[in-house]
């Protein structure tokens, strides 16, 4: 069983759509997690931190469930730019970030 | 933030020859990572380079074949040795700023 498993997508979706995102991590004693962002040909960027209480910025809102070991991104009003593959990233108890396969999304007009 | 600038960005090398894969950092970090991304799949480690000491290498990666040095606290080197097909892929060296981990643009190795 992987670390980080993610949705393989791809997720086609048009315009303004909603889409949501899940990882699961096998590591109960993992201490952060986030989510990436990664362009085509591009190195990976941090999207955003997620905290058991949850988080959002603008479009997009994250959440943690330390019980079930899931996290989630929503992305809500999709936009073409938020076309990428997103990471699903954890941070083990050995300080190491531990990275899933990426789901990619694709926002058509 | 952090810059990194990596060079080469990109090359494509020979089986059997080796590349040496340089990462600058604008700041002065303890630690600095290097990931491996093969085609399709996500981000691997592979090892962890430390200032004044060995690297630390994950498993599956060893030092032979991927020898690293740290030589300041800006400035590390990844060497791929002996290329095989297997290495074409994307290395990326990585720091922690911080609480944000960034990554360098990466180097685009491609094996004959």
């Known amino acids: 069983r992987k670390e980080v498993e993610q949705d393989p997508g791809p997720f086609n979706v048009p315009e303004g759509a909603t889409v949501a995102f899940n990882c699961t991590y096998s590591n109960s004693a993992s201490q952060s997690f986030f989510w990436y962002r990664q362009d085509c040909r591009k190195e990976p960027k941090l999207l955003m931190s997620v905290y058991s209480s949850g988080n959002e910025d603008g479009r997009f809102t994250a959440q943690l469930n330390r019980a079930s070991q899931y996290i989630s991104l929503l992305i809500r009003d999709s936009k073409l730019s938020d076309s990428a593959t997103y990471l699903c990233?954890?941070?083990?108890?050995?300080?190491?970030?531990?990275f899933g396969q990426g789901t990619t999304l694709q926002v058509k007009p | 933030s952090a810059v990194i600038s990596q060079k080469p960005s990109r090359d494509i090398c020979q089986r059997g020859t080796s590349l040496t894969i340089q990462c600058q950092v604008d700041?002065?970090?303890?630690?600095m990572f290097w990931y491996r991304q093969q085609p399709g799949q996500s981000l691997t480690l592979i090892a962890t380079a430390n200032q004044g000491s060995e690297a630390t290498y994950e498993s599956g990666f060893v030092i032979d074949k991927f020898p690293i040095s740290r030589p300041n606290l800006t400035f590390s080197t990844l060497t791929v040795s002996n290329m095989s097909p297997e290495d074409s892929s994307i290395y990326l060296c990585s720091v922690v700023l911080g609480y944000e981990q960034f990554f360098g643009p990466g180097t685009r190795l491609t094996v004959l």
């Open positions: 990233v954890v941070r083990g108890n050995t300080g190491k970030l531990i």
């Open positions: 700041s002065q970090v303890t630690m």
